[in-house]
């Protein structure tokens, strides 16, 4: 529910409140969550302009109902009608005929008690509407509209023109008063992509009288044009997501207008606000291609839940090949498919699942959703989840990775990612937070921040973090962490350096392969590392040196060539820099890796650098044990939910050589794993079961810790405990 919601419901319980008998406050019924609040399964079928012709309703319907949807999305309009619009300039299908297919789906979706959601799409139009409103299209800087690459005969649509605040609200307004529709959803639009250039009128007044200037050549987050223009970018991309919103409810109060995000980890525009205006958050991250790692669903699903603070959040699983190259009438296997969705699920947000196209010859992708859909429903009340049972925060470094200067553009993410995996490997149970939340509400949750290379830092997260610590949370940083302000300027000093006691001795070293790090004295975070003296060094260091006199665990040997065999001898075996630091301060500890660890390790795949990330987090907690403790072989990512009827615990077997290349096509199941599973004090616990497999599970408990062990795992397992 948004603030506009709240309020009106508030003003209307009040009122009437006044003119009964006043009741205590503590009487006053609180207001009904949203529809969309309570929606566990979402279907959608995607028209293309022929289906007039064709499309069975009936057929279809009978399909999602036999998926138990709570809400079905199909196409409005937009880009094409597929009603009998009377607005001007809205193209309809050239097949439609006398057919109203929007309005019998939609009806026959009610007959069914499913939600009606309209699929728009506001991102391009036709040839009819360029030559009549011309202010409407992005420009090239030549003047030239821009055409779609693969449609050639679409124009594109630009967002600070009247297409966004006059046509498309008149669709709405139609659509609404003809149908009543639940929601309104574009496709496309904003995503969480990098801002373009446009060059119409529209745009070029808005950079006379807003941003100062003329639109440059290429986006450029050095710039300070660029930096004023992405500001009035977002509050222009909020202001229309708030009229949107606004006309949806204007014949039904309790409708809602859905913006097309996801992305992933790989956003630019700033998701912190627009979450502050987003009722529902939808990531249209269908899928995966080339070497995108398995789990990048599930990361989706944290970096979503980082900014909407409990509110409604979809996924969407293209049942179709989203590979690359494309295949839009083939189903991916059905192993990729259902890990998808269980990803979704595991992660806290509501499978959405999407077909293209109103007469499949493919129809392998059916029974994939419906097994899954059906067998979710069936469980219903325990994906209900209430809070994250994790007690570790990973800062999700948006500005970092929006704004990374460097050559290599995947590297801001790299950081993560190296980080992501280890703690993947060591099975810690964590939550993402946004730079942006680091309030003491946010990370008093949590025992430990574990911060990749959040180079371009904020003073606000910087002081925020500070407090943590200083109030007894444990931090980790790696890299540059801290170095640069929010846009990329330089510090003197990185915000965070006097928290790990150290100064920067020197620029950034690398890359540069074949260094080392050399294992001085013995410490909780080198265990395992028996037998060595050194451990690979990372590609980047930033050179530092230590406040106060001290022998650092491990230090620094330098670069030297690895080619060929007779030169491979170090020049300087032994210095005094340190390679990383760790501290103890209060009830807080403290650990700085002052090279790119977790990146060297995503990218080198070495195990000696995940031990190391993984020993030190273990390192951070302390005496006391994780809330989740999960033992046994595969790789495998959890989820811990503390649910309505109790507990679950989610499991995903990413065990599989299609970890970061192709598609599962089956699963490698795995052997028991172990479980202590910490719920609240005087909490008893009286059944353990295995949904997936319908197993219920021998379980001990001991003041406030259930053990259970779950016999194997094949692709995806929740055990909920009640």
């Known amino acids: ?34 529809w969309y609040a309570t929606m566990r399964r979402c279907g959608q079928l995607n028209f293309n302009e022929r289906d007039p012709l064709t499309l069975d309703v009936a057929a279809w319907i009978d399909y999602w109902a036999s998926l138990r949807v709570n809400a079905l999305l199909v196409n409005g309009g937009g880009i094409m009608a597929f ?17 109203d297919l929007f309005g019998e789906m939609a009806a026959a979706a009610r007959a069914h008690d499913i939600r009606v959601v309209a699929r728009m799409d506001c991102n391009y139009s036709w040839e009819e509407a360029l030559r009549a409103h011309p202010e409407w299209f992005e420009r090239d800087r030549d003047g030239q509209p821009r055409r779609h690459g693969e449609s050639t005969w679409l124009f594109k649509t630009c967002m600070f023109s009247p297409y966004f605040t006059d046509q498309m609200p008149a669709i709405y307004r139609e659509i609404a008063g003809r149908y009543a529709v639940d929601a309104f959803f574009t496709n496309g639009w904003p995503s969480t992509g990098a801002l373009g250039v446009c060059y119409c009128e529209s745009c ?18 050095t710039s300070a044009l660029y930096r004023r223009y992405y500001a009035v970018f977002m509050d222009r991309l909020l202001e229309v997501w708030r009229l949107w919103d606004a006309v949806a409810r204007e014949r039904r109060p309790d409708a809602v207008y859905v913006g097309n995000l996801g992305g992933g980890i790989r956003v630019v525009k700033d998701l912190a606000r627009i979450g502050q205006v987003a009722g529902w958050f939808n990531a249209d991250h269908q899928g995966r291609s080339g070497d995108t790692p398995l789990w990048d669903c599930a990361q989706q699903g944290r970096v979503a839940r980082c900014v909407m603070q409990g509110r409604t959040i979809t996924n969407v699983t293209g049942a179709y ?25 595991a992660s806290g947000m509501v499978p959405w699942f999407h077909w293209l196209g109103g007469s499949p010859e493919d129809q392998r992708w059916r029974d994939t959703g419906r097994e899954f859909f059906s067998w ?26 929006a704004f990374w200067r460097g050559s290599d553009r ?56 500070r407090a943590f610590v200083q109030a007894g949370g444990s931090l980790l940083a790696t890299f540059e962490t801290s170095r640069y302000d929010a846009w990329g300027d330089a510090r003197g000093e990185p915000a965070l350096a006097d928290l790990f006691g150290v100064s920067v001795a020197a620029d950034v070293v690398g890359p540069a392969a074949n260094s080392y790090m050399r294992i001085e004295q013995r410490h909780a975070v080198l265990a395992g590392f028996d037998g060595t003296a050194l451990l690979p060094g990372p590609e980047n260091r930033l050179p530092v040196r230590l406040r106060e006199a001290g022998q650092p665990a491990l230090t620094v040997v330098p670069s030297y060539p690895a080619f060929p065999p007779e030169m491979v001898y170090a020049r300087t075996p032994r210095t005094d820099e340190p390679a990383a630091v760790f501290r103890e301060r209060g009830g807080s500890r403290l650990a700085y890796f002052a090279g790119d660890v977790d990146r060297t390790f995503w990218r080198s795949g070495n195990p000696d650098l995940s031990r190391l990330l993984q020993n030190t987090v273990r390192w951070l907690g302390g005496e006391r044990q994780p809330p989740v403790a999960i033992e046994g072989e595969g790789l495998l990512e959890a989820f811990a939910w503390e649910t309505e009827p109790g507990y679950a615990l989610h499991l995903l077997n990413y065990t599989t050589p299609n970890l970061t290349w192709g598609m599962v096509e089956r699963s490698y199941p795995i052997g028991p794993q172990r479980v202590r599973f910490e719920v609240a004090p005087g909490r008893r616990i009286r059944r353990a079961e295995a949904l997936r497999s319908g197993r219920v599970l021998p379980f001990e408990q001991d003041g406030a810790g259930v053990r259970f062990e779950v016999p194997g795992l094949v692709d995806y397992e929740v055990v909920a405990l009640t």
Not at 83 to 99: I, K, M, N, Q, W
Not at 380 to 394: G, I, K, Q
Not at 418 to 439: I, K, N, P, T, W
Request: proline letters at 10%; one cysteine or more; a positive charge.
């Open 83 to 99: 009603y009998p619009t009377e607005v001007p300039y809205h193209h309809r299908s050239a097949f439609l005929g006398t057919r």
């Open 376 to 401: 979710l429903a069936a469980h219903e009340p325990h994906f209900r989840n209430t809070r994250s049972v994790a007690d570790l925060a990973v800062l999700f470094p948006q500005s970092t990775i």
């Open 204 to 221: 070029q007044k808005v950079y006379r009288e807003q941003v100062g200037g003329v639109p440059p050549e290429r986006t450029d987050a």
């Open 410 to 465: 995947a590297q801001g993410t790299d950081y993560l990612q190296g980080l992501y995996a280890a703690l993947l490997q060591g099975r810690c149970m964590f939550d993402f937070v946004h730079e942006s939340d680091l309030s003491e509400r946010t990370l008093s949750r949590y025992r430990a921040l574990l911060v990749p290379n959040a180079a371009y830092l904020a003073d606000e997260p910087c002081r925020q973090i």
């Open 321 to 345: 090949s989203n590979s690359r190259p494309v295949w839009r009438h083939v189903a991916k296997p059905a192993a990729e498919t259902t890990l998808w969705m269980a990803q979704t699920v």
């Open 1 to 34: 529910m948004d603030r506009r919601e709240f309020l009106a419901l508030s003003a209307a319980a009040g009122a009437a409140a006044h003119a009964a008998r006043p009741l205590p406050a503590a009487a006053v019924p609180a207001p009904p969550p949203p």
